[in-house]
């Protein structure tokens, strides 16, 4: 039900209870800090902006146009008549995105009666009215890949989704990137394929095939280099055999929970090949905290998520901070809860970076992003202001 | 400088004592030196262009104007920061093995490797500059923890590191059970441990009160006896035949000297390190010191512990060393239950078996049987540890063998003998004379040690003043109780709101000096807390607001969730921290809060920021995360430094900057808050020992 009133609704029984759905979700989740009347256009004001796709823009202004950037720039002339809202002491960011969450989708993700589902959805498991969508955007979280669980050699198709509170707005993707999976969880003695080698064999037969067209559309789109992908790759041996389908395929995929790689990464330098980790946090040894910075030096894209809400939301923004600390470049640190997740999950078009035409998401920060003690003032979702912190009134503020 | 000296000279004595090598140095051109051009942390500010002057190990100033001495060395800081060195208030040095001890005898700092160098050299990078070491147990009372400043790139031992007056005691409460009744009975019993601290200090006072007593009636008696005879021993002698309950009255060892106090080797070593002089078998040093000096025949009291062999010495026997004898007793319980129920009245023996050299006299009789122990010999020690190989004087490879006793022994087994028998004629006398005297009960033997004799004897006038029984000396009941007068610090991790409030009400009966640690549900009883003036150490871990999943944990927990705090947003949603995953791990951690440090500052509870034993290098990272998450970034600051300092108890040494405190501190590069901001130098009483 959910997932169809995103179509254009043609009966008025799906516009009646469209509406009715659409009240309750706003009286229940935001009511107490229900966005305001949003203005169609307004600018917001910065002291700095880090746009994630060119330098910094210092006293920086953003033009916003129904839930698009029109213009941003540091001396740039707000029109006549256009609210502004001034953020002068504070940092603004590009909303974060966290590439593998499990926001809205409580149920199980896991769907693993045949060896190669291409049609199976991740979004058919998202409640869109549910809380946890607006709860990421306390975080300063814009916007989310909901992946199906790897229980098979092709698990399905992932989809993108904007958090906050508009859950008629909030699918960006239905057809996001599709699961593979190099690992022991693919294959078991029940159901082919039975092993390792078995399930190497599915990976090329079904790429080799899909290349011929003969195959579900996504899988089509996965070998002809136009969907991306999402491989779980945790040994050595799995990491090496994924390049080589990379190669072989020239496929576009982001590898995860790849640990395993600081063994490899020789192997990986400049293979274009992206690296999803799980954010570290302060419990995460030196190991862990030094490996994005190992990527970065041999070339490697290093993506963040997060699991939320299994994870605390705000691990995301503290993780990279935490591998900023361990040698992260900061560049590299800002792409990899930004516009890295975006391009990972085949979206860099429309979010994950500041650009004119991109979808107005933006966090307000209190001070640098990387700053460990930067709370998140506001967060703005396609133009809406989502969350808004209530001001602490015996805080007494250190001046930087 | 030299005005300074000039004013207190006393320093620079103190200083040339402490440190001769570096307060040396500082009498030649170079006395202090100053960091000038920094950004520097005072008095819960941030100072622009600021100087930071030491000497030695102490400060001499601090501020953006202060007045500078001759010939000082500058160090330009320009651009970077220099905060106070952090203190992790409850860490594990990666590497190290958790306690996992449940004795507070238990010192935590045996368990540090020194050698071990990455990760005091992770702490280092970090910017902290003194660990507490967590002596915490799985679940109730621990070791001993205590704090270590960094060591430097040299250190000779561990105890030069260490924070004099930081020492604690650890309790762990509801943290390893699994269900609520059970953890309920983790804080009763924590409870009862008190108690029984309570109790054992009270026995040993009650003790006191009784020996001081006891001296001042036994110092009236010897003087009411004095006029009869000249020796104690003699009238001691004479009187034996009067005093008739004497074998029963002190069936059970008694006390050492009641001026001394109880050292842990008598109860743990049992004879082994006693000594024994003049074969009075360990008799009261007081005593033995009158017997000396009355003993008319001239005759010298010779120490057979010492193994002289007696040569022409006498062996001297007190009277009454038999009765008197404290040399086993509780040890011997066991022993005394293989005896047999009855014992004919009339029948004593002595069980000595020479041949053996079994150290071992016992006289039985009347149902009571008394142990008499000399020092083993070297020999027999050897033959009781089984290691003895081959003798490099004699050449027997048999510890018993006769040469080899003949060289060792200084003990003669003769003499053993012929004071055994001797013993045993003076006891046959004392007790027939006992039987004679005393009133037998009809229907059988009397029982050893019974209470109406005793009575009747202490009623008695006259008699000499019985010695009261001291209570055993416990080490750990020993140590831990140094709590209940607040000389020993107590942690105690705590994380649950019910746990926190039954703790804050146990600890009402029992004021401690207390410190709570953990205290995930601090929000919930944030004011509470506040009340009983008790600080807090954080981990200050994220959380996560899922509420369907905490909700849930709370039905598998059978408990309802708290209601929300009056004033309260959707922020307050019960959630959970990361570490919290797994099985158990919420039932014991409980709901937390990300703005868990906030509530706890705004109730007004002096809050800690630690790293919870998990990695102390990002433990700045921590506080300023606390700091997005509503504290303020001084308030995370002093959570690391000031408080962190004051819960130790060290925080006039330690902890922020001013003159007389420690010169302990760290140079950031940048602005210490940020990620991309590195640790350049550590400076640690007043010496570098991290530099980039």
Same mark, same amino acid.
Request: aromatic share 6%; net charge positive; hydrophobic share 40%.
């Given at each position: 039900?959910?997932?169809?009133?995103?179509?254009?609704?043609?009966?008025?029984?799906?516009?009646?209870?469209?509406?009715?759905?659409?009240?309750?979700?706003?009286?229940?989740?935001?009511?107490?800090?229900?966005?305001?009347?949003?203005?169609?256009?307004?600018?917001?004001?910065?002291?700095?902006?880090?746009?994630?796709?060119?330098?910094?823009?210092?006293?920086?202004?953003?033009?916003?146009?129904?839930?698009?950037?029109?213009?941003?720039?540091?001396?740039?002339?707000?029109?006549?008549?256009?609210?502004?809202?001034?953020?002068?002491?504070?940092?603004?960011?590009?909303?974060?995105?966290?590439m593998?969450?499990?926001?809205?989708?409580?149920?199980?993700?896991?769907?693993?009666?045949?060896?190669?589902?291409?049609?199976?959805?991740?979004?058919?498991?998202?409640?869109?009215?549910?809380?946890?969508?607006?709860?990421?955007?306390?975080?300063?979280?814009?916007?989310?890949g909901?992946?199906?669980?790897?229980?098979?050699?092709?698990?399905?198709q992932g989809?993108v989704?904007?958090?906050?509170?508009?859950?008629?707005?909030?699918?960006?993707e239905?057809h996001g990137p599709v699961m593979?999976?190099?690992?022991?969880?693919?294959?078991?003695?029940?159901?082919?394929?039975?092993?390792?080698?078995?399930?190497?064999?599915?990976?090329?037969?079904?790429?080799?095939?899909?290349?011929?067209?003969?195959?579900?559309?996504s899988?089509?789109g996965l070998?002809?280099g136009k969907r991306k992908g999402v491989l779980?790759?945790?040994?050595?041996?799995?990491?090496?055999?994924?390049?080589?389908?990379?190669?072989?395929?020239?496929l576009d995929i982001t590898?995860?929970?790849?640990?395993?790689?600081?063994?490899?990464?020789?192997?990986?330098?400049?293979?274009?090949?992206r690296?999803?980790?799980?954010?570290?946090?302060?419990?995460?040894?030196?190991?862990?905290?030094?490996?994005?910075?190992?990527?970065?030096?041999?070339?490697?894209?290093?993506?963040?998520?997060?699991?939320?809400?299994?994870?605390?939301?705000?691990?995301?923004?503290?993780?990279?901070?935490?591998?900023?600390?361990?040698?992260?470049?900061?560049?590299?640190?800002?792409?990899?809860?930004?516009?890295?997740?975006a391009e990972a999950l085949g979206v860099a078009?429309?979010?994950?970076?500041?650009?004119?035409?991109?979808?107005?998401?933006?966090?307000?920060?209190?001070?640098?992003?990387?700053?460990?003690?930067?709370?998140?003032?506001?967060?703005?979702?396609?133009?809406?202001?989502?969350?808004?912190?209530?001001?602490?009134?015996?805080?007494?503020?250190?001046?930087? | 400088?030299?005005? =300074?000296?000039?004013?207190?000279?006393?320093?620079?004595?103190?200083?040339?004592?402490?440190?001769?090598?570096?307060?040396?140095?500082?009498?030649?051109?170079?006395?202090?030196?100053?960091?000038?051009?920094?950004?520097?942390?005072?008095?819960?500010?941030?100072?622009?262009?600021?100087?930071?002057?030491?000497?030695?190990?102490?400060?001499?100033?601090?501020?953006?104007?202060?007045?500078?001495?001759?010939?000082?060395?500058?160090?330009?800081?320009?651009?970077?920061?220099?905060?106070?060195?952090?203190?992790?208030?409850?860490?594990?040095?990666?590497?190290?093995?958790?306690?996992?001890?449940?004795?507070?005898?238990?010192?935590?700092?045996?368990?540090?490797?020194?050698?071990?160098?990455?990760?005091?050299?992770?702490?280092?990078?970090?910017?902290?500059?003194?660990?507490?070491?967590?002596?915490?147990?799985?679940?109730?009372?621990?070791?001993? &923890?205590?704090?270590?400043?960094?060591?430097?790139?040299?250190?000779?031992?561990?105890?030069?590191?260490?924070?004099?007056?930081?020492?604690?005691?650890?309790?762990?409460?509801?943290?390893?059970?699994?269900?609520?009744?059970? =953890?309920?009975?983790?804080?009763?019993?924590?409870?009862?441990?008190?108690?029984?601290?309570?109790?054992?200090?009270?026995?040993?006072?009650?003790?006191?009160?009784?020996?001081?007593?006891?001296?001042?009636?036994?110092?009236?008696?010897?003087?009411?006896?004095?006029?009869? $005879?000249?020796?104690?021993?003699?009238?001691?002698?004479?009187?034996?035949?009067?005093?008739?309950?004497?074998?029963?009255?002190?069936?059970?060892?008694?006390?050492?000297?009641?001026?001394?106090?109880?050292?842990?080797?008598?109860?743990?070593?049992?004879?082994?390190?006693?000594?024994?002089?003049?074969?009075?078998?360990?008799?009261?040093?007081?005593?033995?010191?009158?017997?000396?000096?009355?003993?008319?025949?001239?005759?010298?009291?010779?120490?057979?512990?010492?193994?002289?062999?007696?040569?022409?010495?006498?062996?001297?026997?007190?009277?009454?060393?038999?009765?008197?004898?404290?040399?086993?007793?509780?040890?011997?319980?066991?022993?005394?239950?293989?005896?047999?129920?009855?014992?004919?009245?009339?029948?004593?023996?002595?069980?000595?078996?020479?041949?053996?050299?079994?150290?071992?006299?016992?006289?039985?009789?009347?149902?009571?049987?008394?142990?008499?122990?000399?020092?083993?010999?070297?020999?027999?020690?050897?033959?009781?540890?089984?290691?003895?190989?081959?003798?490099?004087?004699?050449?027997?490879?048999?510890?018993?063998?006769?040469?080899?006793?003949?060289?060792?022994?200084?003990?003669?087994?003769?003499?053993?003998?012929?004071?055994?028998?001797?013993?045993?004629?003076?006891?046959?006398?004392?007790?027939?004379?006992?039987?004679?005297?005393?009133?037998?009960?009809?229907?059988?033997?009397?029982?050893?040690?019974?209470?109406?004799?005793?009575?009747?004897?202490?009623?008695?006038?006259?008699?000499?003043?019985?010695?009261?029984?001291?209570?055993?000396?416990?080490?750990?009941?020993?140590?831990?109780?140094?709590?209940?007068?607040?000389?020993?610090?107590?942690?105690?991790?705590?994380?649950?709101?019910?746990?926190?409030?039954?703790?804050?009400?146990?600890?009402?009966?029992?004021?401690?000096?207390?410190?709570?640690?953990?205290?995930?549900?601090?929000?919930?009883?944030?004011?509470?807390?506040?009340?009983?003036?008790?600080?807090?150490?954080?981990?200050?871990?994220?959380?996560?607001?899922?509420?369907?999943?905490?909700?849930?944990?709370?039905?598998?927990?059978?408990?309802?969730?708290?209601?929300?705090?009056?004033?309260?947003?959707?922020?307050? $949603?019960?959630? =959970?921290?990361?570490?919290?995953?797994?099985? &158990?791990?919420?039932?014991?951690?409980?709901?937390?809060?990300?703005?868990?440090?906030?509530?706890?500052?705004?109730?007004?509870?002096?809050?800690?920021? $630690?790293?919870?034993?998990?990695?102390?290098?990002?433990?700045?990272?921590?506080?300023?995360?606390?700091?997005?998450?509503?504290?303020?970034?001084?308030?995370?600051?002093?959570?690391?430094? =000031?408080?962190?300092?004051?819960?130790?108890?060290?925080?006039?040494?330690?902890?922020?900057?001013?003159?007389?405190?420690?010169?302990?501190?760290?140079?950031?590069?940048?602005?210490?808050?940020?990620?991309?901001?590195?640790?350049?130098?550590?400076?640690?009483?007043?010496?570098?020992?991290?530099?980039?």
């Amino acid at each position: 039900m959910i997932s169809t009133s995103l179509l254009p609704p043609l009966r008025v029984t799906r516009i009646v209870v469209g509406c009715v759905l659409a009240t309750l979700a706003c009286a229940v989740s935001l009511s107490a800090q229900s966005p305001s009347q949003k203005p169609q256009q307004f600018a917001v004001r910065a002291k700095r902006i880090v746009t994630g796709a060119g330098p910094d823009i210092i006293d920086g202004v953003i033009l916003i146009e129904k839930g698009k950037i029109k213009a941003l720039g540091q001396k740039l002339e707000v029109p006549k008549g256009w609210k502004v809202i001034d953020h002068r002491d504070r940092v603004l960011i590009p909303g974060m995105i966290d590439m593998a969450s499990r926001a809205g989708a409580p149920k199980d993700l896991r769907e693993s009666a045949v060896a190669v589902d291409s049609r199976t959805c991740a979004l058919d498991a998202v409640a869109l009215d549910h809380r946890d969508f607006a709860m990421l955007c306390e975080a300063g979280i814009t916007a989310v890949g909901v992946l199906p669980e790897r229980r098979n050699a092709y698990s399905g198709q992932g989809c993108v989704l904007k958090t906050g509170s508009a859950y008629q707005k909030r699918v960006v993707e239905v057809h996001g990137p599709v699961m593979m999976t190099l690992d022991a969880s693919a294959y078991s003695r029940l159901r082919m394929p039975a092993s390792y080698i078995g399930l190497i064999k599915l990976h090329r037969l079904i790429l080799e095939t899909a290349k011929g067209g003969r195959a579900g559309p996504s899988l089509v789109g996965l070998a002809r280099g136009k969907r991306k992908g999402v491989l779980y790759a945790r040994t050595e041996q799995a990491l090496k055999d994924s390049l080589k389908l990379k190669r072989r395929f020239d496929l576009d995929i982001t590898l995860m929970a790849a640990n395993a790689i600081r063994r490899v990464v020789d192997e990986f330098a400049n293979s274009g090949m992206r690296v999803a980790l799980l954010t570290p946090t302060f419990r995460s040894g030196k190991r862990r905290l030094t490996l994005p910075a190992l990527l970065e030096k041999k070339g490697i894209q290093v993506v963040f998520y997060a699991d939320t809400p299994n994870l605390a939301p705000a691990g995301l923004r503290l993780g990279a901070a935490l591998a900023a600390q361990n040698g992260l470049g900061r560049r590299a640190a800002l792409a990899s809860i930004t516009s890295g997740p975006a391009e990972a999950l085949g979206v860099a078009a429309r979010i994950g970076s500041l650009a004119v035409g991109k979808d107005a998401d933006f966090v307000v920060l209190s001070a640098d992003p990387f700053d460990f003690s930067a709370a998140v003032i506001e967060t703005w979702v396609d133009g809406r202001r989502e969350y808004r912190k209530k001001p602490n009134a015996k805080k007494k503020e250190l001046a930087p | 400088m030299t005005a =300074r000296f000039a004013a207190c000279p006393t320093l620079v004595l103190a200083l040339a004592l402490v440190l001769p090598s570096i307060a040396f140095a500082q009498l030649g051109t170079r006395e202090s030196t100053v960091l000038e051009g920094a950004t520097v942390w005072v008095d819960g500010a941030m100072v622009e262009n600021a100087k930071l002057l030491f000497s030695g190990r102490r400060i001499q100033g601090v501020g953006a104007k202060i007045k500078l001495p001759d010939g000082v060395d500058v160090i330009d800081l320009k651009g970077k920061f220099v905060l106070p060195s952090f203190i992790d208030s409850s860490a594990l040095i990666a590497g190290m093995q958790p306690a996992r001890s449940r004795n507070p005898e238990h010192l935590v700092i045996d368990n540090v490797n020194l050698y071990h160098r990455d990760p005091f050299q992770d702490a280092i990078e970090g910017g902290v500059g003194y660990l507490y070491l967590s002596g915490a147990a799985n679940s109730g009372v621990g070791a001993r &923890g205590l704090a270590l400043k960094m060591p430097g790139m040299k250190v000779d031992k561990v105890a030069d590191l260490v924070l004099k007056g930081s020492e604690s005691m650890h309790v762990r409460l509801g943290t390893n059970s699994r269900g609520p009744i059970a =953890r309920l009975a983790e804080i009763k019993s924590f409870e009862s441990y008190l108690k029984n601290l309570k109790t054992y200090r009270e026995g040993w006072e009650k003790y006191r009160e009784k020996l001081k007593k006891y001296e001042e009636e036994l110092a009236e008696w010897a003087k009411k006896n004095k006029p009869k $005879s000249k020796k104690s021993g003699g009238a001691k002698k004479s009187s034996g035949a009067k005093s008739k309950s004497k074998p029963k009255a002190s069936p059970r060892p008694k006390s050492p000297s009641p001026v001394k106090k109880p050292k842990r080797s008598r109860s743990a070593l049992g004879l082994a390190g006693l000594s024994w002089p003049g074969f009075g078998l360990g008799h009261d040093d007081d005593d033995d010191h009158e017997d000396h000096e009355d003993h008319d025949d001239g005759v010298e009291v010779c120490d057979l512990d010492g193994c002289t062999i007696p040569g022409q010495h006498e062996i001297h026997l007190h009277d009454d060393w038999v009765f008197e004898s404290e040399l086993d007793g509780q040890d011997h319980d066991h022993e005394r239950d293989h005896l047999p129920e009855q014992v004919d009245p009339g029948f004593a023996a002595i069980f000595i078996d020479p041949p053996r050299l079994k150290p071992e006299l016992s006289i039985i009789g009347d149902g009571t049987e008394t142990h008499l122990r000399r020092p083993l010999l070297a020999s027999e020690r050897l033959a009781n540890q089984k290691r003895f190989s081959t003798c490099p004087h004699c050449g027997a490879s048999d510890p018993l063998a006769p040469q080899h006793i003949a060289h060792t022994n200084p003990w003669p087994v003769d003499e053993f003998d012929r004071v055994a028998a001797e013993l045993e004629q003076r006891y046959f006398e004392s007790y027939r004379l006992d039987m004679a005297l005393a009133d037998p009960k009809p229907g059988g033997p009397k029982k050893r040690g019974s209470k109406s004799s005793s009575k009747s004897s202490k009623s008695k006038k006259g008699a000499k003043p019985k010695k009261p029984k001291e209570p055993g000396f416990k080490p750990a009941l020993e140590v831990a109780s140094k709590a209940l007068d607040g000389k020993l610090k107590v942690r105690i991790e705590v994380h649950r709101a019910e746990d926190i409030l039954a703790v804050l009400d146990v600890l009402d009966r029992y004021p401690l000096d207390a410190v709570l640690e953990g205290v995930t549900e601090g929000h919930y009883v944030a004011e509470a807390i506040a009340k009983a003036e008790l600080p807090v150490v954080l981990d200050a871990a994220l959380a996560t607001p899922i509420q369907e999943q905490s909700l849930g944990a709370n039905r598998r927990l059978g408990r309802l969730p708290f209601p929300a705090l009056p004033g309260s947003s959707r922020t307050l $949603s019960p959630s =959970r921290t990361q570490s919290d995953r797994g099985p &158990g791990g919420l039932a014991r951690r409980g709901i937390a809060h990300r703005e868990n440090a906030a509530r706890l500052v705004r109730a007004g509870v002096t809050v800690v920021i $630690s790293s919870l034993g998990a990695g102390s290098e990002s433990l700045l990272a921590r506080a300023a995360s606390a700091a997005s998450r509503g504290l303020s970034r001084a308030e995370a600051l002093d959570a690391i430094t =000031r408080n962190a300092a004051l819960v130790l108890g060290v925080g006039d040494q330690i902890g922020e900057f001013s003159p007389g405190r420690l010169a302990s501190f760290t140079v950031f590069d940048g602005d210490p808050f940020l990620a991309t901001s590195r640790v350049e130098k550590v400076y640690i009483d007043g010496k570098e020992i991290y530099g980039k």
